[in-house]
RNA sequence: GUCGGCGUGGCGGAAUGGCAGACGCGCCAGCCUUAGGAGCUGGUGCCCGAAAGGGCGUGGAGGUUCAAAUCCUCUCGCCGACACCA
């Protein structure tokens, strides 16, 4: 084929940056608060500011910017907002290690930077609602909403053995530790101390972050149940187990299985149980206080071992099982936690697991009291925790396990000695920080009142500018007691940054209100959140306390909804040379240099068809210059159709088929962006541009419906390649923008197919095949079949004693 | 250890009960030429065959079904989360 000379070339780096103009100077992305168009929330997950950025980060972005781009020409009225959390450690380091950098400065160069690339990619926010978690008029609110827990009583101070990272030097919450490490430092071991803090009461709300975890059918299964294991409900009985020779003293325990009651034949105390002591008998006294000091010098990465062998001794003590009256051996072992449950258990070693172990290495009695269905068995090899028959259970025995386990607490709340009890594995949120780089907790601590709330019309409690340790700063900390004129000191921790993202999403809907954290009633105009993407390292931390946070928010009347996010969608990461993109990796793919090159449409449509959005993906090279080649040849086909020459041969010009493969492409590619599935919407607009060119090839007509399709290829391609769109919708001489244009519409009446191929299958083997007419009843499909030379070969005189038919789809004739 | 996900050509991947390998990369052959990292045409899972055609094929083994990459059971491998929570 001859090309005719070109009038016109696609040059990405002049054409992207006259459209970034463009759209901010007609302010695109902007929200308007009182349109009258559907809503469509459309959020990323704010992220640290660490400057410039790379494609590794920038998936995440054009997903979000790509279903913007399609909701707005839709019809919605889309909020896409962009901030950051610019609160955390990352600034403090960076102004240790260059005295006189002050972390403010280095985030907002940071910021700046970060901004600069989101533009050059192309990725539209309003940035008229920009937040940053750093600025006093976003945390003077943090600290707003740190008083509302107050006087709801969900913000309490107590002293507890607390998760303390030596690098930081600052406090973890139990979510920021993994395994028994500082999430941000994986080779640094937690260390115990035991500090007075302030804590939220996630606790109180355990119940309803757990049941609404079944509402929110649109998250990632994986993260509801990330998020069900952390919560952790369980349900059970206490039972309170007198102490042998020590009238009015009872041990309380918390078990799941009252069923086994029968079955305990020992107790296990946790190390720091306050009984300990008390049960201990002189002879043992010695050795209890030696193991129990032990425990405590453990480090939980020890302590929390299940490699590690059981260890414990018996304080010498007895209880009395209430139910049977025996007497049974009181043990200390470190396996049993004091920070859950009531600290102390009932063992009973034949149908838990560790207690068994427990049991064998100690050489304790094991009694049978659930058999399973195969009866009674004569020697344990291990624990039975499956379902049976009780047995060995006084009154109870015979009856199933599982009534019981009712039975016997009925019996127990009779007696008083016990009740149902449901406990969770989820703890109180930490959220004291000693660092200087985060919103200052607002109290004051006064000698007279004691711990009082800086008044609300105070806030906020601006960070002094001189970096150093709060509490290394009399001149901040020293104060007056805001209810009398007495000194008083302030509190001289921060708050964890997990607060200033719990809130953030609630900003957006007015993010310059100086009169209260938002404005209900646009609050209740833009949430929920309608899609929701960030990585799924999130999945317990920020999702969780923003859920709980959105809870107690609804409870104080301050917004509608009950849980912030309708559909959460986590991406995968991008790598290149087999590891994660990443600055310290020094293989992130610098976004000024590949809009300097492919362009930044290139890169955003690569990223998107490089594979499944929710899979980890590998950066290639050679796949990005397929991209660039398909968005040539979109440019000739929309900008040069007449360089493009009939060349006759085999391509069908049918009109109608492309008339019909347009309208498929439509329905296809509009629900795949509806699903995030950008990966297969790329290659059914690569099919529609190969269509298109083999109609040309054809000896297509460049009539009024080419024109029409055209036009189509070009908004269905705009969410993911929007400047050279917007170029060539210029080109075609449409007047106004692209951005503005409306979506195509689906026609399934123009995408229907008046012809299908017939499969037809012998014995469910493919046999042959034909072009039928759609909509061919089973008798004809039958005659149809029957009338095909491989297929009676195949059926090879046995005449079909079974049709299964499927219209439009295969006939499957069985012998 | 428990729970969850994944396993498909040379490569990224598509197909969620109905033609396995869409789309792209790579590769092979050819065309054109302004000689390019350009454009165009055709081919490209494996095996037998000159071809027509046939057989095999979605980590492995079994099962359900007219029909299985897809559902079930077992198993191997990789990845992730949780990990003494009574």
Known sequence: MVGRPRRSVYVPQEIEPKWQKIWAERGVMKANDASPKPKFYDLVMYPYPSGELHMGHARNYVMGDALARMKRMQGFEVLHPFGWDAFGLPAENAAMKHPGLHPLKWTLDNIVESKRDLKTMGILYDWDREVNSCLPDYYRWTQWLFLLMLERGLAYRAMAPVNWCPVDKTVLANEQVINGRCWRHPDVEVEKRDLEQWFLKITDYADRLLD???????????????????????????????????????????????DTLFGATFMVLAPEHPLVERVTTDRQRETVRKYVEKARKETEIERLSTEREKTGVATGGFAINPVNGEKIPIWVADYVLMTYGTGAIMAVPAHDERDFEFARMHDLQVREVIAPPSGPQKMLREAYVGPGVMVNSGQ???????????????????????????????????ISRQRYWGAP????????????????????????????????????????????????????????????????????????DDREPFDSELANRWMAVDQYTGGVEHAIL??????????????????????????????????????????????????????????ADAGRVYEMFIG???????????????????????????????????????????????????????????EHYDELRFNTAVAFLMELANAMQDYLQ?????????????????????????????????RLGEKGLLADASWPSFDAAAAAEPKITLVMQVAGRLRDRAEVDAGLSEAEATAVALGSEKVRAALNGRGPSKVIYVRDRLINLVP
């Open 212 to 258: 609404d975890l079944a509402t929110l059918e649109h998250w990632p299964q994986k993260v509801r149940v990330m998020q069900t294991n952390w919560i952790g409900r369980s349900t059970g009985a206490e039972v309170d187990f007198a102490v042998d020779g020590a009238p009015g003293e009872s041990i309380r325990i918390y078990t799941t299985r009252p």
């Open 396 to 430: 109870f025995d015979g009856l199933d396990a599982a009534v019981a386990f009712d039975r016997i607490c009925d019996w127990l709340e009779q007696r008083g000695i016990g009740k149902r009890s449901v406990k969770f594995r989820l703890r109180d949120w930490l």
């Open 612 to 670: 499944p959005p929710e899979e980890d993906v590998e950066w290639n090279e050679s796949g990005l210059n397929g991209v660039v080649k398909f968005l040539q040849r979109v440019w000739r086909l929309v900008l040069e159709p007449e360089s493009i020459v009939a060349e006759g041969g085999a391509s069908a010009t049918d009109a109608s088929a492309l008339r019909r493969k347009v309208a498929q492409t439509v329905g296809r590619v509009t």
């Open 698 to 730: 054809g000896g297509g007509a460049r009539d009024a419906e080419w024109e029409s399709s055209v036009r189509v290829l070009v908004k269905l391609l705009n969410p993911l390649a929007p400047h050279v769109c917007e170029e060539m919708w210029e």
């Open 542 to 599: 920020h999702l969780l306390y923003s859920r709980f946070f959105t809870k107690v928010l609804h409870d104080a009347g301050m917004v509608e909804v009950t849980e912030p996010f309708v559909r959460m969608f986590n991406q995968g990461m991008v790598k290149r040379f087999g590891q994660v993109m990443a600055k310290s990796a020094g293989n992130g793919v610098s976004i000024a240099q590949l809009a300097g090159e492919q362009g």
């Open 441 to 512: 907790i607002p109290v004051v601590y006064c000698p007279n009142h004691g711990i009082v709330p800086v008044p609300v019309d105070q806030l906020p409690v601006e960070l002094p500018p001189e970096y150093k340790p709060l509490s290394e700063n009399p001149a901040w900390y020293e104060t007056t007691c805001p209810l009398g004129d007495g000194p008083a000191r302030r509190e001289t921790d921060t708050l964890d940054t997990f607060i200033d993202s719990s809130w953030y999403f609630l900003r957006y809907a007015s993010p310059h």
